[in-house]
Structure formats: structure tokens, C-alpha cells
């Protein structure tokens, strides 16, 4: 596993979802390379595909050493271990109050959550936590820092899967849940094992928020986030691709939704921002990220939110940053909304053992 997953989170400390800021993002460079083809520009409809997909990478950037993070990412952990082909593997389904460390349960009340997956080897008795997050804390995932000596906004914006040995009990049972999902071999380990590397390789960004035309069911979804809970539902997947058979259990997660009308691309920090890009688009761009930069007084903090209020409620304008290009989001009613979903664990796939 890449550095940034091959070390743990200590006891405790969940983030995904969260809301405090780190110091600054950073910087992608031009070695990055595209694996699915660059989105389609402004032309018609029928060239554009909702929700937008997610960009995947070749492979994962050193961080910008300008972006620090408040909390050490990872900072206990562990590789992956090979599994013994027989052995029975619990698989726990792991979820907490984000930030629970410092507020207790009261982000729990509001039904913000963290979500993890805990295992255990019958064979060793030893326990394992799997989990994935963001490195610098998720304000400089979701909104830049605007450095005075640089024209376009400055994002840190990565996320990475974090194993560990151990899970904390008292951590996950107190206001949260640990609950036996599934039993698996070994085998099925090893080859999750496998998946989760190459996964963590290429999904190298955190995305937090969804976009839907409405909350009604059926709405039009144009953005999906790509976070914490994500991971897990798509290990899910994996694992029942493997041929797990998931427990009846209901399993809910926290998700935060954005409702605003079709997106308009804009386009991305070169076109934007560059020589010849487009200067009052980048001012207003910049203009909207302003009331959001991190480490705020009492009263800049009040300040900044009736200018939020202003330009996301009353003039109803919001600029998303996704896959490193900017959208438009024309804003409706209810702007903004934090659910907590019943998703169902996945069914095993049948097809893959030839039943």
C-alpha cells in the first residue's frame, strides 16, 4: 500500500465528515495523468453524463509540503497482512460520531457519522480496523486557502485508506455500532486486500458533497461524493463480488447534500485561471471561497457567514471544485441537507462461483 495508507489513525480520532480545517491544500503537479477520458466542455447535453463520474489517477502525488494537517494522518499504522487461505475472517461493520475524541456524542445527536470495517482472524485472534479519510482534515477538502502570491485558489484535497491492528471497542460500542456483518476466508481477504491497494492508487481525492436536483426520490443526481462511507460501501461491494454473504442488518450512513438546478462546467484552473482565462470568472470564483478560509475570529466568523448566507441562499450561486474543474451550481431550496440513509448491504454475487 502507498505511504499515505500503510499508517493508522490513533484511537479515537475520526474525521471523516468532519468539519475542522487544516492548514493548506496543495499541489497536484502536471505528472498526473488521466485514466478515463477529460470531461466533455460546455456543448450539448447529450455529451454530458450525470452524476459527473468520479476521475480516477496512475498513480499518487507526494503532498505539497505547504499542506498540514491539525491531526497527524494515520499515524499508527500497519500493511495489509497475508492471510492464511483457510482462515475465517469476521467482518465488522464500524461506525462512531465524527470527531468523537473532542465533542463526545454530540456530533452523533446530529447523526454525523464516521465509518469504518473491523476483521478479525479467527486463526490469530488478532483484530484489524480498515478506514479511509482525508489527510489534511476535511475543510481543505472541500474548500482552498487563496495565497496572495498565487491566481487560482489553492486546494489540498486527498484521502486515503488507513489499516491498523487493534480495534477500540470502547471507541466503536459507546455511542456508535460494532456489529458482525459477514464471515470470509482468508482467500477473500487476501484478495480484498489486493483490490483496497489498487483502489487507494487511483481514488486519491475526497469529495464531500452530493448533488441532487431535489431530495425527492428519483432526483437527478449530477455530483456524488467520495468519502469515508463511500469506501466502505464499495468494499461492501467487493466483498460480496467475492462471494461474502452478508447478515440482515440495517446499516445507515451519513451523507451531505447540495440542491441546485444543471451544473454548467466552467472549466479547470488553467482555462480559468491562466494567462488567457477568464478574469471576472476567476474573481467571482475567488470572491465565493473568501468567507470560507480556516482560522477565523468571533466576529470574521459571523461576517463570513451572512456573506455565505448571501451568495448560497439569497442570490443562490454556489462554485464546486470536482475532478479539479469548477461547475456552476444554480441553488434551490433546500440548498443544503445532512440525511442519514439506509443503504443495504450488498448481496453476494452468485454469478462469480458459477451457482
Aim: aromatic share 18%; hydrophobic share 40%.
Amino acid at each position: 500500500m502507498v505511504p499515505a495508507a500503510s499508517t493508522g489513525p490513533g484511537a479515537g480520532v475520526r474525521r471523516c465528515a468532519g468539519v475542522a480545517l487544516g492548514r493548506a491544500p496543495w499541489n497536484w503537479g502536471t505528472a498526473l495523468l488521466w485514466l478515463v477520458p477529460r470531461w466533455q466542455t460546455a456543448g450539448s447535453r447529450s455529451l454530458r453524463q450525470w452524476p459527473v463520474p468520479y476521475k480516477r489517477f496512475s498513480f499518487r502525488p507526494e503532498p505539497d509540503p505547504y499542506c498540514q494537517a491539525k491531526y497527524t494522518f494515520c499515524p499508527t499504522g500497519s500493511p495489509i497482512p497475508v492471510m492464511k487461505d483457510d482462515d475465517v475472517i469476521e467482518v465488522f461493520r464500524l461506525q462512531a460520531p465524527v470527531w468523537e475524541f473532542k465533542y463526545g456524542d454530540l456530533l452523533g445527536h446530529l447523526k454525523i457519522m464516521h465509518d469504518a470495517i473491523g476483521f478479525r482472524s479467527t486463526l490469530t485472534d488478532k483484530n484489524y480496523t480498515m478506514e479511509w479519510y482525508e489527510l489534511f482534515q476535511l475543510g481543505n477538502c472541500t474548500f482552498p486557502h487563496l495565497r496572495p502570491e498565487m491566481n487560482a485558489p489553492f486546494w489540498c484535497n486527498q484521502g486515503a485508506a488507513c489499516f491498523f491492528e487493534g480495534i477500540d471497542d470502547n471507541h466503536w460500542k459507546e455511542n456508535g455500532t460494532l456489529v458482525l456483518v459477514a464471515t470470509i476466508s482468508g482467500n477473500m481477504f487476501n484478495k480484498m486486500a489486493q483490490w483496497v491497494k489498487q483502489d487507494n492508487e487511483t481514488g486519491i481525492y475526497y469529495e464531500t458533497w452530493t448533488v441532487q436536483a431535489s431530495p425527492e426520490k428519483g432526483a437527478e443526481t449530477w455530483f456524488e461524493s467520495y468519502d469515508c462511507s463511500k469506501f466502505v460501501l464499495r468494499t461492501y461491494e467487493k466483498l460480496a463480488e467475492l462471494g461474502a454473504e452478508f447478515k440482515k442488518t440495517e446499516t445507515n450512513y451519513t451523507r451531505i447534500f447540495l440542491y441546485s438546478g444543471e451544473p454548467t462546467y466552467l472549466g479547470n484552473e488553467t482555462s480559468v485561471f491562466g494567462p488567457t482565462g477568464n478574469k471576472t470568472l476567476a474573481l467571482a470564483i475567488k470572491r465565493f471561497y473568501y468567507p470560507f478560509k480556516p482560522h477565523l475570529s468571533t466576529k470574521e466568523f459571523l461576517l463570513s457567514l451572512l456573506q455565505i448566507f448571501d451568495a448560497v441562499i439569497i442570490h443562490r450561486q454556489f462554485y464546486l471544485f470536482y475532478n479539479f474543474e469548477y461547475w456552476f451550481l444554480p441553488m434551490k431550496f433546500p440548498f443544503i441537507k445532512i440525511t442519514y440513509e439506509e443503504i443495504p448491504l450488498p448481496q453476494r454475487n452468485k454469478t462469480y462461483f458459477g451457482l
